[in-house]
């Protein structure tokens, strides 16, 4: 089954709200306690939640949310633009997170990475550029370090926990976003993308689009990754016996934003689910595009070898990078 994730902001005086909270927050404050040598009777931690929520709606730029997949509440997470400074440590408009809690059912499973992917969106929208987190020592830490977060060597007074920050970039949200065959409108709009040089080899306008306009492949071979009405890529596969080759473009005004890990994550998640190959992926990208390679390291693909070919719709040739995931 396909995981639907939604949100729900939790409202003050919204009594379901509190108790679906509750049963996640109790445990979390509970653990991040443990971890901490520190104790809270369950009912302290109910009152404090309840001031919590009480604050809700204060402000536009702070949220207290809790994560459902397929409608079941998994993780609850508190976030705002920080108008203190940390005791002047850091300067002011840091997106913060104050509190984020994933219930260990659905741990490791990627669920965490892809709320605080959610998080980070909302407080870029809300104006943050930058974000701070104080991480739990034991679960915390490991995982806001895989999530691009580090060390910036302070201390908060506070709780004496470091401060961990990361720069953040305007990101696609690829939370719901699906992978459909190509119909006759994405095909057509697809066939229109153009790309800033030195990318604009890869362009579609302007080049022979028979093998995407070739019916007979979509849905087979060719595919798009949209997110309601908004294509964010092309998406294409063919099985070559134990192999999976695969190719895809990210529609050209989300490029250059950080978002090529994330987006090559998720096609290869996809194609995965579509196609139900689990053996190795292979795909060929020109060596001078270092922009893709990276995304694909990012993404765990490894150099295999360099062939030598015709980049698409030249007479130039180029050398390729063969590169595998295994
Ligand atoms: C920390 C927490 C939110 C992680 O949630 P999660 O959904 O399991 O996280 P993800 O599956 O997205 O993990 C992403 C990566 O983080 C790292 N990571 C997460 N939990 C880890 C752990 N316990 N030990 C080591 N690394 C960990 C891993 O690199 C992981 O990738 P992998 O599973 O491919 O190895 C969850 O363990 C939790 O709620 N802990 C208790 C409360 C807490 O510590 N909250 C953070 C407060 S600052």
């Known amino acids: 089954m396909k995981q639907q994730i939604n949100f729900i902001q939790i409202e003050k005086d919204n009594a379901a709200h509190f108790e679906m909270a509750s049963k996640l927050w109790v445990p979390f404050i509970e653990e991040v306690n443990e971890h901490d040598g520190t104790y809270k009777t369950k009912e302290q931690i109910a009152d404090g939640l309840k001031k919590r929520i009480s604050i809700q709606g204060r402000r536009k730029d702070m949220h207290f949310e809790i994560a459902c997949v397929n409608g079941e ?180 005004q989300f490029c250059g934003k950080g978002n090529g890990g994330n987006f090559v994550n998720r096609c290869v998640k996809e194609l995965r689910e579509f196609t139900g190959h689990t053996g190795r992926i292979l795909l060929r990208v020109a060596a001078s595009n270092q922009r893709a390679i990276r995304a694909y390291e990012k993404a765990g693909f490894s150099y295999v070898e360099t062939i030598q070919d015709e980049i698409a719709y030249t007479n130039h040739i180029e050398d390729f990078w063969v590169m595998e995931l295994l």
């Open 73 to 252: 509440p998994f993780g609850i997470a508190m976030f705002a633009i920080d108008l203190g400074t940390v005791y002047g440590l850091l300067e002011k408009g840091y997106g913060t997170i104050m509190g984020f809690y994933i219930h260990p059912k659905f741990r490791r499973r990627g669920l965490g990475t892809l709320f605080s992917k959610h998080i980070e969106a909302i407080l870029y929208s809300d104006g943050a550029r930058k974000m701070y987190i104080c991480p739990d020592s034991v679960t915390g830490e490991p995982f806001w370090q895989s999530n691009g977060y580090v060390d910036s060597g302070k201390i908060d007074p506070d709780d004496k926990k470091p401060i961990y920050i990361k720069e953040i970039a305007e990101q696609i949200d690829f939370t719901n976003c699906e992978m459909i065959p190509l119909t006759q409108d994405t095909a057509l709009e697809i066939s229109q993308w153009e790309y800033e040089k030195p990318y604009d080899v890869y362009n579609f306008k302007g080049h022979p689009n028979d093998w995407l306009m070739d019916e007979s492949t979509w849905g087979t071979e060719q595919f798009c990754l949209i997110e309601r009405t908004t294509i964010l890529g092309q998406v294409a596969c063919q099985l070559d016996e134990k192999d999976l080759w695969v190719g895809w473009s990210m529609a050209p």
